[in-house]
């Protein structure tokens, strides 16, 4: 296991290599509001409990890219929320018998009170016992609709909040991956997709997924510092031969190709997207990443990786993007990229196999034609 002094010593040299990039491959104005909070977090938590850092209600920075269990009110939207006690009933909780009608009164006015009020003690166990709950609903969700998903699991490393099925583990980010898998497969051929590219990957939940799920799949994680830190650390304590930061700087001229050859991961700061330029991959994946870029930024990725990809798009976005910021520095995107801004790039050489809108976001599959 990598220890926390060489995972900073990483990250600081990745950070000082960002520095002369341009603003295109860097953190737009979402991104920078996070940046310095998770460099904290790193500093000050136990690296090998990522997964259950403070950050488990909602609150910390590694949440914000599936680091860990949401706050429900994320997952669920407004209308279920951590203080919702018609769902589950636990007994002699004062705090949430007591306050429950006067807290949904405040979410419906504040939907951001949660983050505030799920700190204490008596909402952060209610809120571990709702996540079970809805662990146990999305389970029983996807497992009725592919049973071949059955064979695979999470990993406990990172100690997560999860539950156990059948002997196997299951946490909500781990169960929202399969969800996203399901229609995937629903929509391809999997036999077909031997390379994949995923912009965005969080701490490579879904890398993990397809790598259980294909033995032989390649995958190539494009990414920003310091999120990229955390991909590159889980699936090398997964034991699967990850090309990183250590190896990137040691073998700086090697081709794509070169790199696959020896490794079944390839993880890479967002400024080396150029080397997918004289590569092919079978499916190119984006989720909930689009959505907290500037529009200049995406449409910029969109731009390279469309000559890359053989055959399928995979993305699941905000509509209209993330939240607008007023200005720079405030929480939000300046400039957000909605779904037609990314269809328009897309459709003059992919086709719409599989879409739907749900609850502002969107979940749409291209095939190449």
């Not at 002699?92 to 799920?118: A, H, R």
């Not at 929202?176 to 391809?188: A, E, G, P, S």
């Not at 696959?260 to 390839?266: I, P, R, S, T």
Request: charged share 25%.
């Amino acid at each position: 296991m990598q220890k926390k002094e060489e995972l900073l010593e990483n990250l600081t040299e990745m950070m000082s290599e960002a520095h002369n990039q341009s603003e295109l491959y860097l953190p737009g104005n979402f991104w920078k509001t996070y940046e310095k909070n998770i460099l904290k977090e790193i500093k000050n938590n136990d690296i090998s409990k990522f997964r259950s850092w403070p950050g488990g209600t909602g609150t910390g920075s590694i949440h914000s890219f599936g680091g860990g269990e949401k706050d429900l009110t994320r997952v669920f939207g407004r209308n279920f929320h951590p203080f919702d006690i018609k769902y589950l009933k636990i007994d002699n909780n004062f705090f949430v018998e007591k306050y429950n009608s006067l807290i949904n009164k405040l979410i419906n006015f504040i939907p951001f009170f949660s983050f505030f009020t799920i700190r204490s003690a008596e909402a952060r166990k209610y809120f571990f016992s709702r996540t079970k709950l809805y662990q146990e609903t999305l389970y029983e969700l996807i497992f009725n609709l592919d049973k071949e998903l059955l064979q695979i699991s999470d990993s406990n490393f990172g100690n997560p909040l999860g539950i156990y099925k059948n002997d196997k583990f299951y946490t909500t980010e781990f169960l929202n991956k399969l969800r996203y898998i399901n229609t995937i497969k629903k929509n391809t051929d999997l036999n077909k997709i031997e390379t994949v590219v995923e912009l965005g990957a969080g701490i490579g939940l879904l890398a993990s997924c397809f790598l259980k799920l294909k033995k032989n799949i390649k995958y190539i994680i494009i990414d920003i510092p310091p999120t990229i830190l955390f991909s590159e650390y889980y699936l090398r304590n997964l034991g699967y031969k990850v090309f990183g930061h250590k190896e990137l700087k040691e073998n700086k001229d090697m081709s794509l190709s070169e790199i696959l050859k020896d490794f079944q991961v390839c993880v890479l700061p967002s400024w080396k997207l150029d080397l997918l330029k004289d590569y092919k991959c079978d499916l190119f994946i984006n989720i909930e990443s689009f959505q907290e870029m500037e529009k200049e930024q995406s449409l910029n990725y969109i731009n390279i990786i469309k000559n890359s990809i053989s055959n399928y798009i995979y993305l699941r976005n905000n509509i209209d993007g993330h939240h607008k910021a007023r200005k720079s520095g405030d929480f939000g995107v300046l400039n957000p990229t909605n779904k037609s801004d990314i269809e328009n790039h897309l459709l003059k050489t992919f086709k719409i196999k599989y879409s739907q809108s749900k609850n502002n976001f969107y979940e749409t599959l291209f095939e190449k034609k």
